[in-house]
């Protein structure tokens, strides 16, 4: 639909047309949510539209792990949240204003390529184009082991909050996050053995959030979940090896998946549709578009892939974690950016165990490095929490070579007796990498 938006206003005199089976005021799940960073990706796109997105995204900077007792906020990295429906209603209306035909209700079970120009299966991960066309895009999947489910709530938290559970013998996670003023997305997620031990094959759509309120009891405080008929499933990682076939092309969930904890799913389709609108533009030839598109956005898609498999990899083997100390914990989980890569235990062990005693005067943490360094990402939360060295501080570490990462580990922590010491606002300290 973002493409059709693009496209239409561009070239005014072409018959743009979006088919949908679902009713233009229905959608799956609840919120979505971009990283600040997400959002310039997509400044290249409509102007009007981003505008009005803009205005409408809730905002908040942190980033809440919750285990056990334990609520450790990470700050720095920005967010921002909508509800999909709003997404989507936003997107009809300015593509109903530019002239865009949208047909709701009406299921594609079949294309005919010669009878368009072009045509952008944007249907999402059991598209039917792909299908289609399957022996051409030679598509894969598999599905994760994990269980999700995707409620919401009136619960409005805060900050973006990782909530980790163990619950009758079995261990949860919940994504939660608000995405209006008044509601909250919030998944809840658990592998497939707790699933099974706590009997949810069985239960119904009541019984189902009725449970899972209790087990994020002490976290939803009163509030209720809700269902949007939403059902117990496992996520499907796809992709495919060809990206067109003659004048067909994938873009978004049609194109690949990646997984939901890094929330990148929707940026990624709509710079899909960017990108696709600019390789059309620059020539007139659609099979030299879609070469230039698949050119243009491979790569960036790739990292983006590799980074979602981590991150699923990490969700996928949370369980066997819980017993850890929360903040040991916490920096396991990779809380600041989903596109970094992070230590598994037995490295981020050896990393720590080469920090060598810090020499007296070097000196220290960071608020300077912030926007400006190599990591954009404001660390006045390094500070925060037990003592121990901050995840925050890892992520910076995790840039630099192995030399700064241990000079930099070994002189946070005197840094902050220091400053606690002389009665100082730890939040002032310097990082120094020399
Ligand atoms: C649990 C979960 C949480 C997520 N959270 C986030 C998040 O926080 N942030 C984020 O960026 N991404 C998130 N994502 C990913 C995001 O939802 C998807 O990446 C995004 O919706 C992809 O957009 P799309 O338009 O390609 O596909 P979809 O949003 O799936 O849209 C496909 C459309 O095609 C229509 N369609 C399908 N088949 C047909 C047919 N045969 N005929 C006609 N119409 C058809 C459907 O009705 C639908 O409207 C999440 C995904 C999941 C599963």
């Known amino acids: 639909m973002y493409f059709a938006l693009l496209h239409k206003t561009a070239r005014p005199a072409d018959h743009v047309l979006v088919v949908d089976q679902n009713r233009a005021d229905a959608t799956y799940g609840w919120g979505v949510v971009f990283s600040d ?33 334990d609520a450790i906020s990470l700050d720095g990295h920005g967010f921002t949240a909508i509800a999909r429906l709003e997404l989507l209603q936003l997107l009809h209306r300015h593509c109903a204003a530019v002239g865009v035909e949208m047909r709701f209700e009406t299921r594609l079970e079949r294309v005919a390529l010669d009878e368009y120009d072009l045509v952008v299966g944007s249907d999402g991960v059991h598209s039917r184009v792909r299908d289609q066309f399957a022996p051409y895009f030679e598509p894969t999947s598999r599905l994760l082991s994990n269980k999700y489910i995707w409620y919401g709530t009136h619960r409005v938290f805060d900050t973006l909050s990782l909530i980790f559970r163990e619950f009758d013998g079995g261990f949860y996670v919940a994504h939660a996050y608000r995405f209006s003023p008044r509601a909250s997305t919030f998944l809840v997620e658990c592998d497939v053995g707790t699933w099974n031990r706590a009997g949810f094959g069985t239960m119904n759509d009541e019984e ?157 943490l960071c608020n300077s490095l912030s926007r400006a360094g190599p990591c954009d990402r404001a660390p006045k939360t390094l500070l925060r929490g037990d003592g121990g060295v901050h995840p925050a501080v890892l992520h910076h570490a995790m840039r630099r070579t192995e030399a700064e990462i241990v000079h930099m580990i070994g002189n946070i922590e005197p840094a902050m007796d220091d400053a606690r010491r002389n009665d100082q606002d730890v939040t002032d300290l310097q990082l120094d990498f020399a």
């Open 208 to 364: 189902s959030c009725a449970y899972c309120a209790r087990i994020f009891a002490r976290d939803l405080q009163g509030y209720q979940l809700m269902s949007n008929k939403s059902a117990w499933t496992s996520f499907i990682v796809s992709s495919n090896a060809r990206w067109s076939h003659r004048n067909a092309v994938l873009v978004g969930d049609a194109l690949r998946s990646v997984h939901f904890s890094i929330g990148s799913g929707t940026r990624l389709a709509l710079e899909d549709a960017i990108a696709l609108h600019r390789a059309i533009q620059s020539t007139n030839s659609v099979s030299r578009a879609l070469d230039a598109f698949e050119a243009a956005r491979r790569p960036i898609v790739e990292k983006i892939i590799e980074a979602a498999g981590r991150s699923a990899e990490w969700y996928e083997r949370f369980h066997e974690r819980m017993t850890m100390a929360p903040h040991e914990f916490a920096m396991l989980r990779d809380p600041l950016g989903p596109h970094e890569p992070w230590p598994d235990r037995a490295d981020l062990a050896a990393l720590l165990g080469a920090v060598q005693p810090p020499e007296r005067g070097q000196g220290i």
């Open 37 to 69: 960073k997400a959002l310039t990706f997509l400044e290249g796109g409509d102007a009007r539209f981003m505008a009005v997105l803009l205005d409408r995204l809730e905002r908040w900077d942190d980033l809440t792990i919750v285990h056990g007792d």
